[in-house]
T-cell receptor
Framework: KAGVTQTPRYLIKTRGQQVTLSCSPISGHRSVSWYQQTPGQGLQFLFEYFSETQRNKGNFPGRFSGRQFSNSRSEMNVSTLELGDSALYLC????????????FGPGTRLTVL | GQQVMQIPQYQHVQEGEDFTTYCNSSTTLSNIQWYKQRPGGHPVFLIQLVKSGEVKKQKRLTFQFGEAKKNSSLHITATQTTDVGTYFCAGPGGTASKLTFGTGTRLQVTL
């Protein structure tokens, strides 16, 4: 089975811009979660989608949003980028829920200048 | 909210030495998971423990889940350079049905 894929792998944006990141889960996995990883804050949960519905949300501002399509692919969007949004954004899929075994993608490294 | 702390933050060992990382949650966990992230890589699932007091082994790795289901440990016997990376524990807790990751322990192994 192919693993979780994320595009793009690297992205450079400037403050105030918006960005959309994409994630394709492992075939058959219906749960897709997004995490932000930074050296200072570690791995933080953003949100989880299951069958096109947001099931859980972390403590991030409304500038962070996401969606899931009928084929389980997911996108996350960050609007009005800030310098502090520079991070590795990881997508993880699971056959069942966001609190069972997570299969992570390689991540998208976002740099905000 | 739920907090999951790990100690130590960093450990440097010589190849062949043992290594242990400890994980402590502020809330009771329904399960505890362990992940390994190699430098420049992404977290990879290692194992999940569910029962109070559970102990599981994977070759040189031994995982324990505390009796109160609030703490866990990962012990590596006779470390190898391939063990280099950051080890994270993670667990769902409280009313939140999401995974909270620990702060991580970075392991460096030298010859």
């Amino acid at each position: 089975k192919a693993g979780v894929t994320q595009t793009p792998r690297y992205l450079i944006k400037t403050r105030g811009q918006q960005v959309t990141l994409s994630c394709s889960p492992i075939s058959g996995h219906r749960s897709v979660s997004w995490y932000q990883q930074t050296p200072g804050q570690g791995l933080q949960f953003l949100f989880e989608y299951f069958s096109e519905t947001q099931r859980n949300k972390g403590n991030f501002p409304g500038r962070f949003s996401g969606r899931q399509f009928s084929n389980s692919r997911s996108e996350m969007n960050v609007s009005t980028l800030e310098l502090g949004d520079s991070a590795l954004y990881l997508c993880a899929s699971s056959p069942r829920t966001s609190y069972n075994e997570q299969f992570f993608g390689p991540g998208t490294r976002l740099t905000v200048l | 909210g739920q907090q999951v702390m790990q100690i130590p933050q960093y450990q440097h060992v010589q190849e062949g030495e043992d290594f242990t990382t400890y994980c402590n949650s502020s809330t009771t966990l329904s399960n505890i998971q362990w992940y390994k992230q190699r430098p420049g890589g992404h977290p990879v699932f290692l194992i999940q423990l569910v029962k109070s007091g559970e102990v599981k082994k994977q070759k040189r790795l031994t995982f324990q889940f505390g009796e109160a289901k609030k703490n866990s440990s990962l012990h590596i016997t006779a470390t190898q350079t391939t063990d280099v990376g950051t080890y994270f524990c993670a667990g769902p807790g409280g009313t939140a049905s999401k995974l909270t990751f620990g702060t991580g322990t970075r392991l460096q192994v030298t010859l």
